[in-house]
């Protein structure tokens, strides 16, 4: 499939819920072509136009079905990436629901969750760089409050890679500049999205804005540092959390 002339295109990982649905439907609303990747096949039920011949299912928890997926997206994009959102993210739990802990969590499931939370991002930018390049292109790391402070719900393999993609934002933007493309974060704080756990509204309690943020909102910040609006920012994490950092 061709790109539209002058359409702009993303990519999006971690699409089907929450802040990754959001998102879709702000830059579709903006005309852009969307590309998404998710472990799930397409919903039916996703409200945009072309989501079944723009949607890649792919486990970013495998190495090698990640590399896959990148010569997969260079059949569909034809040259040129405007943007990537690196916004997929697992965060597993025990056995009763609780949070893992160093001491708790195994060792197979740290590597997991880094695959997908951290290793992913850097493969698919790096495997998509031409593209990116080509179209002077913006990278989306989306990490978490709970990369900068120990979180009552997320656990700590979570925690640690958000931590580890905020650096490698850092590192991204460093190597990526003289490529012509912009590298940076946002950091969401409480979302209201399917994965809340329960006791999030003592934690909404103490935010100087006192209130939940609603998707949308994260996805305007993702869509204003993939736009020209944003053109001289890069290599920084933008805070998206009604003040809980402070």
């Not at 080509?134 to 393999?157: D, E, L, Q």
């Not at 100087?208 to 736009?227: K, M, N, T, W």
Request: glycine content about 10%; charged content about 20%.
């Amino acid at each position: 499939m061709s790109d539209s002339e002058g359409q702009k295109t993303l990519l999006l990982t971690g699409a089907s819920r929450g802040i990754g649905h959001a998102t879709v439907k702000r830059f579709s609303a903006a005309g852009w072509r969307v590309l998404t990747c998710s472990r799930q096949a397409f919903d039916p039920r996703c409200p945009w136009p072309g989501g079944e011949d723009n949607h890649i299912q792919v486990d970013l928890g495998d190495p090698n079905n990640t590399v896959e997926a990148i010569e997969i997206v260079k059949s569909k994009i034809n040259g040129r990436l405007d943007a990537l959102v690196n916004n997929a993210g697992i965060s597993p739990k025990s056995d009763d629901g609780g949070r893992l802990n160093t001491l708790e969590t195994d060792l197979r499931t740290w590597g997991k969750v880094f695959h997908v939370n951290f290793f992913a991002s850097v493969v698919l930018a790096r495997g998509l760089k031409d593209e990116l390049s080509a179209a002077k292109g913006a990278v989306v790391n989306v990490t978490s409050i709970a990369g900068a402070r120990v979180h009552p719900f997320a656990g700590a393999a979570y925690s640690t890679s958000k931590a580890a993609l905020a650096a490698l934002t850092r590192e991204m933007a460093h190597d990526f500049g003289p490529l012509g493309v912009r590298v940076n974060a946002i950091a969401p704080g409480e979302v209201e999205t399917s994965i809340l756990s329960p006791g999030t509204e003592k934690i909404v309690e103490t935010l100087p804005l006192r209130r939940l943020g609603q998707p949308s909102e994260v996805a305007d910040v993702i869509y204003f540092l993939c736009s020209d609006q944003s053109s001289y920012v890069t290599g920084t994490e933008i805070e998206v959390n009604a003040g809980q950092h402070v």
